[in-house]
């Protein structure tokens, strides 16, 4: 069997676009997770479609006979991604976010074992949570850390932002910059794509300590503290998990 360079180029470009397809759908996840079911499912047929044009010239079960295998092999092969948006994935889609504390760290200098000072005397606080998002679409969350002191009154921080308004420096966009260049930390609001968890260490600054004390003793005479997800436009709380001591 003998492939003409007019079905090579046709196989080499379909092979090139499936690819292209697949590697924008799972670099995408987020973008795609706010468009609907059925048009992720187009998204991958299309992909399964060019895959199946780039092997069609080496087929010679079907030479000279493209529409039989359009019908055959490629009607079939697409309708799987359709049924899987469609049925499959919505009967499978939990409820909301959940969300756990995979470990508690201060920033500290491992030569004192002491909480750095960037500037200010602020205890960073830098849980590492992961968050998974159960939905069938894309949803953001704010992070939020609340605590209760003896005199049963809260403290709510609001975890370093990704985009701090304003001109002016401060402590919060100080912060930010000197952490950003780790991919490790991540900033409010998370992007949560539909099925799929962020891991990561959030970071508050501790700025209430009005009498002296440290962070860890600070939570070690408070009541339970837990972390709060809110929807970043509406503040309505997504999901509530407790805080483990350092």
Avoid: H
């Avoid at 470009?13 to 690819?19: E, N, V």
């Avoid at 959030?202 to 809110?230: C, H, K, M, W």
């Avoid at 509406?234 to 509530?240: F, G, N, R, Y």
């Amino acid at each position: 069997m003998i492939v003409g360079w007019r079905q090579l180029s046709l196989s080499v470009f379909a092979i090139t676009l499936a690819t292209v397809i697949l590697v924008f759908f799972t670099q995408n996840l987020v973008l795609l997770g706010n468009q609907s079911l059925l048009l992720r499912a187009v998204i991958v047929a299309a992909a399964i479609l060019a895959a199946l044009i780039a092997v069609y010239p080496f087929n010679p079960l079907f030479t000279n006979r493209l529409g039989v295998y359009a019908l055959v092999v490629c009607l079939p092969a697409t309708l799987p991604s359709f049924f899987y948006f469609l049925y499959m994935l919505p009967i499978q889609a939990g409820g909301g976010i959940t969300a756990e504390q995979i470990q508690s760290q201060l920033i500290t200098d491992s030569s004192s074992n002491g909480i750095i000072e960037v500037g200010f005397a602020y205890p960073i606080y830098t849980p590492t949570i992961t968050v998974t998002n159960n939905e069938l679409y894309t949803r953001s969350a704010d992070v939020y850390l609340r605590m209760t002191d003896g005199n049963n009154e809260d403290a709510l921080f609001r975890a370093v932002r990704r985009e701090i308004t304003g001109t002016s420096l401060s402590v919060e966009s100080t912060v930010r910059n000197m952490l950003s260049r780790n991919d490790e930390y991540e900033f409010s609001p998370l992007e949560l794509a539909p099925g799929r968890s962020v891991t990561g260490r959030v970071v508050f600054i501790i700025s209430d300590l009005n009498d002296g004390s440290t962070f860890d003793e600070a939570l070690g005479r408070s009541y339970p503290a837990q972390f709060e997800l809110r929807d970043p436009a509406s503040s309505e709380i997504l999901t509530v998990f407790p805080l483990d001591k350092i």
